[in-house]
C-alpha cells in the first residue's frame, strides 16, 4: 500500500446515496479522499473504525466571541425583553474584546464544535476594529486570530468578513457602540485581498464576503462588494442575515416596499453562492423562490429559539426542494444533533403532526436531516466538504458502537438514536478533520490549554 495515502475500514458509514457497509476509506496527504469503496474486505493492514462512520457537519452561521456570553442573558431584563435588548448586551461584550480573549474564546469554541460533530465553520466576522474603532496596524489582526483558533482544533474555516455601515434601512448612520464593525467598502476588499495574499486558501480554509444585512448595508454598496468579490473569485460564498426579526421585515418593506427576502431575490443574482441566514420570517411565494435560486437558507434552530426570532418554514421549503444547512450561531448550544432536532421539534409542535420534515424518498428522519444540512453546509462553506466521497475531504466522525442508543439498531433507525435522544455522553467518539483525528476518544489534544486560556479570557472580559 502507498505510504501517502491513508486508510480505514467502517462496517458501516453513511455516503450522500444512504448507508453502505465494509466501507474503504482512503485519503491523501492533502487531506482529500481518493477512495470510498464499499463491500471491501478486511485485511490486516488496514485499521477498522470503533463505530459507524458519518460525514463530518459543516457549521455554516457562527460569531465566535458570543461563545463568551452564552447563559448571561438569561434573565427577564425588561419586560419587553427581546432581540433588540439582547443586542445592547451583546454590543457591550463586544467592546471588552482583545485580540488575545477573542483567540482564546474561539479555539475554545472551535474545539467544542469539533467534539459535538462540527468539522467546519463558517464565520460570520464582524469585530474588526478595537475599542473605539481605531483600525489595527494589520486589518487582519483579528481575523487571523479565528484563523490561528481554527488551526489549533484543527476544523476547517470558512472566514466571511461582514460588511457594516448603517444602522437602520435608508443608511441610517452607525451608532458609537458599533465602531468596531464599521467599514468602509474599500477597508473590507483591501482586508480581503490581504487574507488571500497571506493565507493560500485549500481544502481546509476559504474566503468569502457577509455584508451584514439590508439594514447595515445599501443596494448599491451590496453591488459593489458583490461585483469586486466574484471578479477576484468568481465562486466565493456571500453570507448575509435576512429576515431574522419582525420589525427587520417591517423596516424593510416601509423603505423600499418588499419584504427582506423579495427585495434581495429580486435585486441581487440570488444563486448557489448565496446563504441567506435566518430567512425566517418569508410569505409562501418567498419560501417557494428562495427554493427555486439554488441559494443555501442557514438556519440556526438554537439561537432562533432563544431569540424568540420566529420559526423557519421548513415543511415547505424543503418540499420545494430548498438547500439549506444549520449554524450555532449565537452558541447557545454547540450540537449538531440538538439543531437538527429542534428543527424538525418546531415544525411538529407548530403543526401538530410527527416526522415533518421526512419525505417519501428518505422515511428516515434523521437521515433526510443529516444529509441535507451536509450538502447544504458544504454548498455554504464553498469548500469540498460534501460528504463521504471521493474528493470531498476527509472530515468524518466515529460513533460510539457500545453507546446504548446506537446498540441493536437497523442502518435506518440508527442516526434517529443519535439525533433525536439525547442519554449519557456523547455518542461521538472519534472526529476526523482533513484526514487528521482531532478528537480522539472523545478528548482533544490542546482541550486543557484551551479551557486555562477560555477561563483567563472570561475574566477578563467580565472584570
Ligand atoms: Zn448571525
Not at 463491500?39 to 459507524?52: C, N, Q, R, V
Not at 454598496?221 to 468568481?234: E, G, N, W
Not at 418540499?319 to 454547540?334: E, F, N, P, Q
Not at 403532526?353 to 428518505?362: E, K, M, Q
Request: hydrophobic share 40%; charged share 15%.
Amino acid at each position: 500500500m502507498n505510504h501517502t495515502i491513508q486508510c480505514l475500514l467502517a462496517e458501516r458509514a453513511l455516503l450522500p446515496q444512504g448507508w453502505r457497509h465494509n466501507v474503504l476509506l482512503q485519503w491523501d496527504t492533502s487531506g482529500l479522499l481518493t477512495g470510498v469503496t464499499p463491500d471491501s474486505k478486511p485485511g490486516s493492514d488496514i485499521p477498522s473504525a470503533a463505530g459507524p462512520v458519518l460525514p463530518g457537519m459543516p457549521n455554516l452561521h457562527s460569531h465566535a466571541f458570543q461563545r463568551a456570553m452564552a447563559g448571561l442573558t438569561e434573565y427577564l431584563g425588561n419586560p419587553q425583553d427581546s432581540f433588540w435588548s439582547w443586542r445592547e448586551l451583546m454590543y457591550r461584550f463586544a467592546a471588552q474584546l482583545t485580540p488575545e480573549t477573542l483567540q482564546a474564546v474561539a479555539t475554545q469554541l472551535y474545539i467544542e464544535m469539533a467534539k459535538a460533530g462540527y468539522t467546519s465553520v463558517c464565520e460570520f466576522h464582524y469585530i474588526h476594529h478595537a475599542a473605539q474603532g481605531q483600525y489595527y496596524a494589520n486589518p487582519a489582526e483579528l481575523s487571523g486570530r479565528l484563523i490561528a483558533a481554527a488551526q489549533t482544533a484543527g476544523i476547517g474555516l470558512t472566514l466571511l468578513p461582514v460588511l457594516y455601515q448603517h444602522s437602520g434601512f435608508g443608511g441610517r448612520p452607525p451608532l458609537p457602540e458599533q465602531a468596531r464593525f464599521i467599514s468602509s467598502t474599500d477597508w473590507m476588499l483591501n482586508l480581503l485581498a490581504h487574507l488571500r495574499r497571506d493565507h493560500p486558501q485549500h481544502a481546509g480554509l476559504r474566503f468569502g464576503v457577509a455584508p451584514h444585512s439590508l439594514r447595515a448595508v445599501a443596494p448599491a454598496t451590496l453591488d459593489i462588494v458583490r461585483q469586486q468579490l466574484h471578479a477576484a473569485d468568481p465562486s466565493a460564498p456571500i453570507h448575509i442575515h435576512i429576515a431574522e426579526q419582525q420589525k427587520e421585515v417591517s423596516d424593510c418593506l416601509a423603505q423600499t416596499g418588499a419584504r427582506p427576502v423579495r427585495w434581495l431575490l429580486d435585486n441581487q443574482p440570488v444563486d448557489e453562492r448565496w446563504c441567506l441566514v435566518h430567512a425566517t420570517h418569508m410569505q409562501a411565494g418567498e419560501t417557494l423562490d428562495l427554493a427555486r435560486s439554488g441559494a443555501i437558507a442557514g438556519i440556526c434552530p438554537t439561537t432562533e429559539a432563544n431569540l424568540g426570532d420566529g420559526i423557519f418554514d421548513g415543511v415547505n421549503y424543503l418540499a420545494a426542494g430548498g438547500r439549506w444547512g444549520i449554524g450555532s450561531d449565537s452558541h447557545i448550544s454547540v450540537c449538531a444533533r440538538e439543531e437538527l432536532r429542534l428543527f424538525e421539534y418546531s415544525q411538529r409542535l407548530r403543526d401538530q403532526r410527527r416526522n415533518a420534515l421526512a419525505s417519501t424518498a428518505t422515511p428516515a428522519v434523521a437521515d433526510r436531516l443529516y444529509l441535507d444540512a451536509v450538502a447544504g453546509g458544504a454548498q455554504a462553506s464553498a469548500r469540498p466538504i460534501a460528504g463521504l466521497a471521493h474528493g470531498q475531504r476527509a472530515d468524518f466522525l466515529v460513533l460510539d458502537a457500545q453507546h446504548p442508543n446506537l446498540l441493536q439498531r437497523q442502518d435506518d433507525q440508527l442516526l434517529a438514536g443519535l439525533v433525536f435522544c439525547q442519554h449519557g455522553e456523547t455518542p461521538i467518539r472519534d472526529v476526523y478533520a482533513g484526514g487528521k483525528c482531532i478528537i480522539a476518544d472523545r478528548q482533544h489534544a490542546a482541550q486543557d490549554t484551551a479551557l486555562a486560556d477560555y477561563g483567563k479570557a472570561l475574566k477578563q472580559l467580565l472584570a
